[in-house]
């Protein structure tokens, strides 16, 4: 009888002793992936507060940002200069709008506002080109293609886009891409 007692408390420290290592192994998961996820948040002043909005199940996005199509926009509600815009976008790990395709043209909200894009005009092609290098697409902005430089791409709500003074305060939409 005794025997059997001792076997059991054994049998018992055993299934105890196994089910608090495989709960401490998952504590150590979880918390190797909290800290992994901390790391790679981008650093935003003391006062914010950093919650991810989850869009869809290729990307997500930081609150108030928006997503689409695995791109995450922020849509400015101060006014800038282009510069202070781009750099302001920059310090988010992000750029100035770069318009792509009709479809992300479509998802801007029908605006009253005019908002800066990331666009230059470069000297030695004679060329708008996108901050990133690549020329826009002639359908997607078939008029702009033909201004001249004299300062900075604005995109009006009428979805075209024109030339204002650089200096002009404006605001403004940045693009993070995630894939």
């Known amino acids: 009888m005794a025997d059997s ?5 054994r049998l018992m420290s055993v299934i105890f002793g196994i089910k608090c290592l495989l709960l401490m ?6 918390m190797k992936n909290s800290f ?5 948040q981008p650093t935003l002043s003391p006062t914010s507060t950093v919650e991810f909005q989850e ?3 290729c990307c997500a996005c930081l609150e108030k940002w928006i997503g689409y199509q695995c791109n995450c926009y922020f849509i400015s509600k101060e006014e800038k200069s282009w510069e202070e815009s781009r750099d302001f976008c920059a310090s988010q790990n992000s750029s100035l709008l770069q318009l792509k395709t009709r479809t992300e043209m479509s ?3 029908a605006s009253q506002n005019l908002f800066w894009i990331g666009m ?3 000297e030695e092609l004679n060329a708008w080109l996108w901050e990133d290098g690549s020329f826009p697409l002639k359908d997607l902005l078939p008029v702009f293609s033909n201004i001249k430089p004299r300062g900075c791409p604005v995109l009006s709500p009428r979805k075209t886009v024109f030339i204002d003074s650089c200096e002009s305060k404006s605001r403004f939409i940045c693009k993070q891409s995630l894939i």
Not at 25 to 30: A, D, F, Q, R
Not at 36 to 40: F, G, H, P, V, Y
């Open 5 to 9: 007692r001792t076997t059991m408390w």
């Open 25 to 30: 192994v998952t504590l150590g998961i979880l």
């Open 36 to 40: 992994t996820m901390q790391s790679i």
């Open 55 to 57: 869009v869809s199940e």
């Open 107 to 109: 998802f801007m909200n």
């Open 120 to 122: 230059h005009f470069s």
